[in-house]
């Protein structure tokens, strides 16, 4: 039977509001109804409601935890009564790219995703009689939400929302970009270039893999700061000075085993790209324009037998990763607490997006709101 809800909804261009008509329909036979616990606001729900191609009225969020209510006939994945992070990135399983274990690689989401559908090409949300639409296939800027069920990844019971909340998107593509993507080596030197959710994690994917020096690499001096506590040996202020000579100097004369660019800057890729030793990988996590151009230096390319590859969702399986990740919390080995900015609620949503127009607010972590 059809749920009337609270959530936080993109109602034009850069307008959000919140309200508490928005009804929810049943699940269907692949699909879960879950009540959310906690939600995390990302940048890329700032770039969501300021995209001229976003359908609206859209219930928006994509980074979640709930706890499971209702599931369909068919669904596999999970039970009533299971806490699960939410994937925003469901896959089908079956084609080539799922077949070979690339989970990540998967384009079944894609389609639905952009039209703010679920994955039927349908939607289970309407205000006042009218379609209302899914953002990023789970809608977590709600009191409850139905999602794909490859979408639900159970995780222990004692994990709090708010921390398993932030698994879903920003932590687990910096873990994996560091674990999964880049397979960094115990022993190796790192440089990750940019600190925000996703770069801060890549520094504790890293510390985890072994890494035995890790270069935090940003603008801003603050986030430097915090990137020791995450596990950073070394930190440099990118804003000037040549970067490529300064990570070579801390690293023996020949530059890192491995750089993680997460700032979707070209440039900036490039410069991770130089910082590198022979036999080096760069991963690029961040977006770059799709106008961009990445120049690299061309002189003895074949010599250097360098790896560049980009990285979707850090190579994360959700199924396998998410619960890992819940699971190195527990054990007091991942630090999910910290990257916690400030607990709000959902009225109070506009705070975050405020935050990220402002140059000097703290971008490392997450503003979670609770239900």
């Known amino acids: 039977?059809?749920?009337?809800?609270?959530?936080?909804?993109?109602?034009?261009?850069?307008?959000?509001?919140?309200?508490?008509?928005?009804?929810?329909?049943?699940?269907?036979?692949?699909?879960v109804l879950v009540k959310i616990g906690a939600t995390a606001v990302c940048h890329s729900d700032l770039n969501t409601i300021m995209d001229e191609t976003s359908p609206v009225p859209q219930v928006l969020g994509h980074e979640g935890a709930g706890t499971v209510v209702a599931i369909g006939d068919n669904v596999t994945t999970c039970k009533v009564g299971d806490k699960v992070a939410l994937s925003w990135v469901p896959y089908c399983g079956t084609c080539a790219y799922c077949a070979s274990g690339k989970v990540h690689l998967c384009e079944a989401a894609f389609g639905p995703m952009f039209a703010g559908t679920l994955m039927d090409g349908t939607t289970r949300l309407s205000i006042d009689g009218q379609t209302a639409y899914h953002s990023s296939l789970i809608s977590t800027f709600a009191e409850y939400t139905v999602v794909p069920q490859m979408s639900c990844v159970p995780i222990p019971d004692d994990m709090p929302m708010a921390q398993a909340s932030m698994i879903g998107c920003g932590?687990?593509?910096?873990?994996?970009?560091?674990?999964?993507?880049?397979?960094?080596?115990?022993?190796?030197?790192?440089?990750?270039?940019?600190?925000?959710?996703?770069?801060?994690?890549?520094?504790?994917?890293?510390?985890l893999a072994g890494a035995r020096t890790i270069i935090a690499c940003d603008i801003k001096d603050?986030?430097?700061?915090?990137?020791?506590?995450?596990g950073a040996t070394h930190t440099l202020n990118t804003g000037a000075g040549d970067v490529p000579a300064a990570i070579k100097n801390l690293t023996d004369g020949l530059g890192v085993d491995f750089a993680i660019d997460c700032t979707g800057n070209t440039k900036v890729g490039s410069l991770a790209w130089q910082s590198?030793?022979?036999?080096?990988?760069?991963?690029?996590?961040?977006?770059?324009?799709?106008?961009?151009?990445?120049?690299?230096?061309?002189?003895?390319?074949?010599?250097?037998?360098?790896?560049?590859?980009?990285?979707?969702?850090?190579?994360?399986n959700p199924m396998r990763d998410f619960r890992?990740?819940?699971?190195?919390?527990?054990?007091?080995?991942?630090?999910?607490?910290?990257?916690?900015?400030?607990?709000?609620?959902?009225?109070?949503?506009?705070?975050?997006?405020?935050?990220?127009?402002?140059?000097?607010a703290n971008n490392v972590g997450r503003y979670v709101i609770e239900f």
């Open 324 to 360: 890992l990740i819940a699971e190195l919390y527990l054990q007091g080995k991942y630090d999910l607490d910290s990257l916690v900015i400030d607990r709000i609620k959902l009225e109070d949503v506009h705070s975050a997006f405020d935050a990220f127009q402002d140059p000097n």
């Open 222 to 230: 603050k986030n430097l700061d915090e990137a020791r506590h995450f």
């Open 276 to 316: 590198t030793r022979k036999g080096a990988t760069t991963v690029v996590v961040g977006a770059y324009p799709a106008n961009g151009e990445l120049i690299l230096p061309s002189g003895g390319f074949h010599r250097m037998a360098k790896i560049l590859r980009g990285t979707f969702y850090g190579d994360v």
């Open 171 to 207: 932590v687990a593509t910096g873990f994996g970009a560091a674990v999964r993507a880049a397979k960094v080596d115990p022993g190796s030197t790192v440089a990750v270039f940019g600190l925000g959710g996703v770069g801060i994690n890549a520094i504790q994917g890293a510390r």
């Open 1 to 31: 039977m059809p749920i009337t809800i609270k959530a936080a909804v993109m109602t034009g261009i850069g307008k959000i509001e919140v309200l508490d008509t928005v009804l929810l329909a049943d699940p269907t036979s692949t699909e």
